[in-house]
C-alpha cells in the first residue's frame, strides 16, 4: 500500500499530466472583434499603469507640487507623506541659513537625509549627503544651519 506522500506525488504528476493535455487539445474560441479591441486595450491600460506607477498604493509629488509649509521663521516644510493616522511622517524641511532651534526628543525613530547645504546637530556636522538616525526617545542637541539646508526626514515633526 502506498503512503499518502507517495499517493499525493502520484496525484500531482497525474493532474500535471491531465492540465497539459487538456491545454494542448483545446480548441480557439473565435471572439467577436469589438470584444477583442476591449479586452486588449483593457491589458495594454493596465500594463501602462503598472509602468507609470499609477495605480493605487503609488504616489508621485513633483518638484514643483505639494505646499510648503512654515511653522517657523526661517524653516519651511513639505509633508510627503503620512503613515496612516499616526504622527510619522516624511517631510521635506528646508531650512535658511542662519536657522536655529532648540534640540527636541524623538517620539518616534527619525532619519535624516541631507541633500544640501550643512546642518548641526549640537556638536555633529551633517552635509550633503550625509544620513542620520535617531532612535525613539532620544534627544538631540541644538539643530543649526550655516548655509541653509534642504533635507529629507521621516519620523514625527519637532516640537514648535
Known amino acids: 500500500m502506498n503512503s499518502s506522500n507517495e499517493t499525493m506525488k502520484m ?40 509602468e507609470a506607477a499609477t495605480q493605487p498604493g503609488f504616489k508621485t509629488i513633483r518638484a514643483h507640487e505639494g505646499e510648503w509649509l512654515e511653522p517657523l521663521p526661517g524653516a519651511k516644510i513639505k509633508i510627503l507623506h503620512q503613515e496612516g493616522e499616526s504622527a510619522l511622517l516624511t517631510y521635506l524641511a528646508r531650512l535658511a541659513p542662519g536657522f536655529e532651534m532648540q534640540g527636541h526628543p524623538h517620539p518616534y525613530p527619525e532619519e535624516c537625509l541631507m541633500l544640501e547645504g550643512d546642518l548641526w ?30 533635507v529629507l526626514l521621516k519620523g514625527a515633526l519637532p516640537p514648535i
Open 11 to 50: 496525484d500531482t504528476g497525474l493532474e500535471q499530466d491531465i492540465y497539459e493535455f487538456l491545454a494542448e487539445n483545446q480548441a480557439a474560441y473565435p471572439l467577436a472583434k469589438d470584444l477583442k479591441q476591449r479586452m486588449r486595450t483593457k491589458l495594454l491600460d493596465q500594463v501602462h499603469a503598472e
Open 121 to 150: 546637530l549640537g556638536d555633529l556636522k551633517l552635509q550633503a549627503g550625509d544620513y542620520h538616525f535617531a532612535a525613539q526617545g532620544l534627544h538631540h542637541g541644538r539643530l543649526r544651519t550655516e548655509t541653509g539646508a534642504l
